[in-house]
């Protein structure tokens, strides 16, 4: 048991020893790891610390905005919004493989940090440090013999592997806490309850939930798409009882009728799983109502989209993402 204002002075005081009166540099995700750990090392050395968002078009829906928001507006950090859209959609095209869009998006994703480190430079802000918000169970995965079948199965892109290639000192306050901890310690920093307590988001984003090619027009309508099932989770309190849930989208068409018309759109494909551990989940008997009222919502809101439908597969055989 411990107690969270000690927890944080304590934490605070490491970190400002450490870092002394150098600058660090952290990407900043819109995840719970990524975002305690800003604000935490902000709440030690406020604009030593420069947060670097990276909007690759893969992104939830207002998930920048709610960043800038959260992070510049609220809490006052130094935040450097990157659109590299078009950078990210142009290395994509006519990539259809899962693992070759994982590879592109990893490496471009680094490719992008570095140059905005670089930019840092010369405006004056040469960073020393690189934080990460890696955590007590990333650490033992990096050495776990359980895991590396798991990563020959998907490589799992995160916001790693950057040091080496940024000749940078590694900060990671986070690395002793378990996700609960980290949560715990969020709220305290002052976080919304939601954005701590949120499902996790993979690192390639969208790009393995459009399946295929990935292109900008379907990560439009599947971000829409996915805000109103989320949004639906939550009002029905059925959020916190799946451990991850989204939408899919299938490059594939099908005809259906509005009004006197017909049509032949795209379909989307929901996905809401209950697990301990991901490496075995159930798909979630979420009620007949609330899907329902996901599939009317979609189809009625998000021109593009004639059908939904529900994932009933467990993982094994299936995993929890389709790519
Ligand atoms: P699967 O699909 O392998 O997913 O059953 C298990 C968990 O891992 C997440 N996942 C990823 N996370 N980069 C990530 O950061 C990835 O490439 C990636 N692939 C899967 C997935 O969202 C689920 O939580």
Aim: glycine letters at 10%; charged letters at 25%.
């Amino acid at each position: 048991d411990w107690n969270m204002p000690d927890y944080i002075e304590e934490a605070v005081k490491r970190i400002r020893e450490q870092v002394g009166d150098e600058e660090v540099i952290l990407g900043l995700s819109g995840g719970v790891d990524s975002s305690v750990a800003a604000a935490l090392i902000h709440r030690a050395i406020g604009d030593q610390l420069t947060c670097v968002f990276v909007d690759h078009g893969l992104l939830r829906l207002n998930e920048g905005k709610l960043v800038m928001e959260m992070f510049a507006g609220r809490l006052h950090a130094r935040v450097v919004h990157v659109d590299a859209v078009d950078q990210f959609m142009g290395h994509l095209k006519g990539v259809t493989d899962p693992e070759q869009k994982r590879k592109i998006i990893g490496r471009e994703f680094v490719e992008v940090f570095q140059t905005e480190a670089r930019k840092l430079r010369v405006g004056g802000t040469e960073a020393k440090w690189l934080a990460q918000g890696t955590i007590y169970p990333d650490v033992i995965e990096s050495g776990g013999a359980k895991n590396k079948k798991a990563h020959t199965i998907k490589s799992h892109h995160n916001v790693g592997g950057l040091p080496e290639t940024l000749g940078l000192k590694l900060l990671e306050p986070l690395r002793d806490l378990f996700k609960d901890e980290v949560r715990e310690l969020g709220v305290a920093l002052g976080l919304p309850h939601d954005m701590v307590y949120r499902h996790p988001f993979p690192g390639p984003g969208l790009g393995v939930r459009i399946l295929g090619e990935v292109r900008q027009d379907f990560a439009d309508l599947l971000r829409r798409a996915d805000a109103i099932f989320i949004d639906e989770l939550r009002a029905a309190d059925w959020y916190d009882k799946t451990s991850q849930a989204f939408a899919v989208f299938l490059p594939v068409k099908s005809v259906g009728v509005m009004g006197d018309g017909r049509t032949y759109e795209y379909v989307v494909a929901l996905r809401a799983v209950q697990t301990q551990d991901f490496m075995t989940a159930h798909w979630a008997e979420l009620p007949h109502s609330l899907l329902g009222k996901v599939s009317n919502r979609i189809i009625n809101e998000v021109r593009g989209i004639n059908r939904v439908v529900y994932d009933i597969s467990g993982k094994p055989p299936a995993t929890i993402e389709w790519e």
